[in-house]
């Protein structure tokens, strides 16, 4: 109940394509869902995050869709480049609970 | 400023070495966190610091022994590690426990030999 299910492993994008991350949760009490992006050698980084009482959210040419009755979410990356290659994590939590992440995906965006 | 500072970046260590990780936030946050990233795998918790309190232990290992100093600062001291224990260590930190964005540091790659 506490895992996230997270998909594809790995994903491979032509520069200005769309890429997709999905994941899937099965605890209902989650209440919050972020995106992760991480580069070789480096710390995680927040990328964008969604709470339960929004269908979407979108930040620049990243997009959260969120499916509360399919408990699933994804990511959306418009317009991937070069630079988006890294790994993604997806993530859940309850409020004063621990981040739950997602196994990752890693991306690679060909010029 | 979302800055989340870690030294040293890299470290190599004995197994019968003792060292110790350093973590340092300014932005006034006042939970403080460590997980361990092994390669190709997402980050897992280790400790969780609220208030300058030690508030969550996953089960880790003694060797593995955490403290906070102050409300910007924590540290990781390393006793006796095995090499499995070789990962990427990162800090993080949160507004409050309460609060859920968390911002991760570089991390520092440890290897045990």
């Known amino acids: 109940q506490q895992q996230v299910k997270q998909s594809p492993q790995s994903l491979i994008v032509q520069k200005g394509g769309i890429s997709i991350i999905n994941c899937a949760y099965e605890?209902?009490?989650?209440?919050?869902f972020p995106w992760y992006q991480q580069f070789p050698g480096k710390g995680p980084a927040l990328l964008i995050a969604?709470?339960?009482?929004?269908s979407e959210k979108k930040e620049g040419r990243f997009t959260i869709s969120f499916n509360k009755s399919a408990k699933q979410f994804s990511l959306h990356i418009m317009d991937s480049q070069p630079g988006d290659s890294a790994t993604y994590f997806c993530?859940?939590?309850?409020?004063?609970?621990?981040?739950?992440f997602g196994t990752g995906t890693r991306l690679q965006v060909f010029p | 400023d979302t800055e989340v500072t870690q030294t040293p970046k890299h470290l190599v260590m004995g197994m019968t070495n003792k060292k110790s990780l350093k973590c340092e936030q300014h932005?006034?946050?006042?939970?403080m966190y460590w997980y361990k990233q092994k390669a190709k795998k997402p980050p897992e918790l280790m400790f969780v610091?609220?208030?300058?309190?030690?508030?969550i232990n996953e089960s880790v290992p003694s060797r593995f022994s955490p403290e906070c100093p102050n409300s910007s600062l924590l540290n990781l001291h390393l006793h006796a590690l095995q090499p499995e224990d070789s990962a990427l260590y990162l800090c993080?930190?949160?507004?409050?426990?309460?609060?859920?964005?968390?911002?991760f540091g570089p991390g520092t790659r440890l290897t045990v030999t």
């Open positions: 932005m006034g946050h006042r939970a």
């Open positions: 605890n209902t009490a989650f209440d919050y």
């Open positions: 993530a859940a939590s309850i409020l004063n609970d621990k981040l739950i």
């Open positions: 969604i709470r339960p009482d929004v």
């Open positions: 993080a930190s949160s507004q409050d426990v309460g609060v859920h964005e968390q911002y």
């Open positions: 610091y609220s208030y300058e309190k030690l508030s």
